[in-house]
């Protein structure tokens, strides 16, 4: 799919890309307590004696993050383990109050799938590639510590420790950057399509553990290092860039690359070496006590699957088989649930789907694009929009004057139908009205009219345009055509 290379003073280098992706779980409480799994509020303020591991606190699995990480498995056709089990992760971190972290690294919950990616999403011919997943496991996040808070002493927030994450592990499958943002992209998509984790990257609700690796093209795999807790797509292929070309220069220059866990700085364009990368011997797992394993029952699987959306991948198929969408409409329609959330609202006001498509591509989404705003606080409801695109389809305004239309109601919030009339916009085709029009633009533009009939056909868009400059824009331009053809060739 990909034929990305790195240069180097021996030749060309090739990269292997494998990523963990934590997503956090949509959950209104934390995997093993009670307490607000919501984003932001005081610091401690979301933290309960189980979070704070306060002595003879017992964890209890909450239901729900559960369910959602089997429905995230079951949208990317993985293995659903119907036996699953938690192990503590040992380790001493002042974020981390147990001295340990539940997690899954023998039996997790979920085990092989794949997800399919399009390097450009745009282009119909795009090559495909399969990128493998290896597993997904819940575990809990850790807290937070804050060095800015005072001059000689660092603080800890709590309020993220406990909250319910799924590690999405993919294989080594990836070649490139833009593999990777591909990859990234459409798990996003997945995960919102789903609603088993909102995607916000810039909160911290999914972030990405970057594995790189150098090998000569068909070499065995070279000694990878994993760049920690990216937040955003670029940063990801920044990383992924970055750290390849330390790696090959490294090599050359007769160094060794060592595995390690590393931080990417985006401001100095740069990975920087944080600790030497453990082994899981080096954590002890082992099964935690106070956990029961997961068995899961066939009603629970079937309530899980029973609840899937349509996912990213089958829309965009009905939208070009049944719809009849170009692929780049299908494509960018379904990238983000939102979008194809908004226009299927759309259509269920009464909207043509290709009309349809093509407006919300072009002029809402570029407004928004514009403002800077997402499409779910669109100042203009699916119905609104729907009232737009009939006045147009059914003559009453034209495309221009859609246009002006829309730009008034993003201005003041009332409906297609009331601006045209308040305004008088509707479109004339009263064809008497334009018949007069017509007739006097031809008595006074003698010249052009005797040089068209001499064959220069190209003045019947000097007509034209006449005609609308005397209508004021509110002609209905089929009707003008037509009445044009027939006054120019009567003489």
């Known amino acids: 799919m990909s034929d990305y290379r790195i240069q180097g003073m021996t030749g060309e280098w090739e990269v292997v890309i494998g990523l963990e992706v934590h997503a956090q779980v949509t959950s209104n409480a934390k995997l093993f307590s009670g307490a607000s799994a919501a984003y932001g509020g005081e610091p401690n303020s979301h933290v309960s004696l189980v979070d704070a591991a306060m ?21 990317i056709n993985a293995q659903i383990n119907r036996y699953s089990r938690f192990d503590r992760k040992n380790y001493f971190y002042a974020d981390l109050p147990q001295g340990y972290q539940i997690s899954q690294l023998y039996h997790p919950i979920v085990g092989e799938g794949a997800i399919e990616v399009i390097l450009d999403e745009k282009d119909a011919d795009s090559p495909r590639k399969t990128i493998g997943i290896e597993r997904i496991h819940v575990e809990q996040d850790a807290g937070k510590l804050m060095h800015d808070q005072h001059p000689t002493m660092s603080y800890v927030d709590l309020n993220r420790c406990g909250v319910a994450l799924m590690e999405i592990v993919s294989r080594p499958d990836m070649r490139s950057p833009a593999e990777a943002g591909a990859y990234v992209k459409k798990l996003r998509s997945i995960l919102r399509y789903v609603g088993s984790c909102d995607g916000n990257m810039e909160e911290g609700s999914m972030r990405a553990d970057v594995n790189v690796s150098v ?54 364009m740069e990975t920087r ?86 407006w919300l591509l072009s002029e809402l989404l570029g407004y928004l694009n514009k403002v800077g705003r997402p499409i779910e606080l669109s100042p203009v409801t699916p119905s609104q929009a729907a009232e737009l695109l009939n006045s147009i389809k059914n003559g009453t305004i034209s495309n221009t004057m859609g246009k002006q239309v829309f730009e008034a109601m993003v201005e003041n919030g009332l409906g297609a139908e009331e601006i045209i009339r ?55 331009p089929g009707v003008v055509n037509d009445l044009l053809k027939k006054a120019l060739a009567s003489g």
């Open 55 to 75: 002595p003879g606190m017992l964890p209890v699995p909450n239901r729900e993050c559960i369910r959602q990480a089997v429905r995230t498995g079951m949208a």
């Open 273 to 358: 070496s944080m600790r030497s990368k453990e082994d899981a011997h080096d954590y002890r797992y082992f099964p935690d006590p106070d956990l029961l394993p997961l068995e899961l029952d066939d009603a629970f699987l079937e309530e899980c699957k029973s609840s899937l959306p349509e996912l990213p991948d089958a829309k965009r198929a009905r939208y070009e088989n049944e719809l009849g969408l170009s692929a780049y409409n299908a494509a960018v329609l379904t990238a983000e649930a939102e979008t194809a959330f908004w226009f299927e609202d759309l259509l269920a006001a009464g909207a043509e789907p290709k009309q349809a498509s093509n």
């Open 215 to 268: 090998r000569k093209p068909g070499a065995e795999y070279g000694t990878r290092t994993e760049t920690k807790n990216v937040n955003s797509i670029r940063f990801v292929m920044q990383t992924i860039e970055v750290e390849a070309r330390r790696q090959v220069d490294l090599i050359e220059d007769g160094g060794t690359v060592v595995q390690e866990t590393r931080l990417f700085d985006p401001n100095k």
């Open 422 to 476: 308040q305004r008088g916009l509707a479109q004339v085709s009263d064809t008497g009205e334009i018949e007069v029009v017509i007739a006097r633009i031809l008595a006074n533009n003698p010249g052009q009219l005797e040089q068209y009939r001499a064959g220069k056909e190209q003045l019947f868009g000097f007509f034209v345009g006449q005609t609308m400059k005397a209508m004021q824009g509110k002609a209905n």
